[in-house]
């Protein structure tokens, strides 16, 4: 079956440590995308790439970076430079040219304390 | 830029009765216009999707929705809820040149027996 996987599905780490998001999706799609959620504040766009080896910041991308060095996966780092790192998660990706409907993994809760 | 209203933060219906679910958008052209579902821990599914043609769009789960220019609006609907329903709301706009979708805060929906 196609789809959009995130690991792990929950994550605890120690304020200061860096840490990894893993996204993978084999759907062939070119654009991929990281939101932020948080309660009562929807969802909210951290990076999204359209294409291998490019991406772009979205509305806050302060504390994060990302990486598309595949087409399939698209990891994101949340640095100790992020200065309220504990939220959920999560990745989407969509066919790209002439299509805007968005396919989202089932997310990760990262817990920094 | 757009940007996505969805006035209610959440809603009770009784089983068996009908739902309406409010979003407006703010956009200056046509935008695409979607409905996701969430489930708690989940990530979000799409439930239908309007980019252009006929303004009542039907989705899975028997849910329908409707775009209003004259409103700027694109409420969902569904004629009988059921309990399975119960689940977190989310209306998004889309924007030409943007591929990453604006979302609004949520609706929760409770479902009472």
């Known amino acids: 079956d196609g789809g959009i996987t995130q690991s792990p599905k929950y994550l605890f780490r120690k304020e200061g440590q860096n840490v990894t998001l893993s996204c993978e999706q084999n759907?062939?799609?070119?654009?991929m995308y990281w939101y932020r959620q948080d309660p009562g504040q929807g969802l909210r766009l951290i990076y999204y790439s359209q294409i291998v080896n490019d991406f772009q910041k979205g509305d806050i991308a302060e504390g994060y970076s990302v990486s598309r060095e595949k087409k399939e996966s698209f990891p994101l780092t949340v640095t100790s430079a992020q200065k309220n790192p504990t939220a959920f998660y999560l990745c989407?990706?969509?066919?790209?040219?002439?299509?805007?409907?968005?396919?989202f993994g089932p997310g990760t809760r990262l817990t920094v304390t | 830029a757009q940007s996505v209203t969805q006035p209610d933060i959440h809603i009770t219906v009784s089983e068996g009765a009908s739902l309406e679910l409010r979003c407006n958008y703010s956009y200056g052209a046509t935008p695409y216009l979607f409905w996701y579902v969430q489930s708690p821990g989940q990530g979000l599914q799409l439930l239908l999707k309007y980019f252009s043609g006929d303004t009542l769009v039907q989705g899975i789960k028997g849910f329908e929705a409707e775009f209003k220019r004259s409103q700027s609006s694109f409420n969902l609907r569904k004629p009988s809820v059921h309990w399975s329903d119960a689940a977190e709301y989310f209306c998004?706009?889309?924007?030409?040149?943007?591929?990453?979708?604006?979302f609004g805060s949520g609706t929760r929906l409770q479902v009472q027996p």
């Open positions: 998004a706009v889309g924007a030409t040149g943007r591929r990453a979708l604006t």
């Open positions: 759907l062939n799609h070119d654009a």
């Open positions: 989407a990706s969509s066919a790209g040219s002439g299509s805007y409907e968005q396919y």
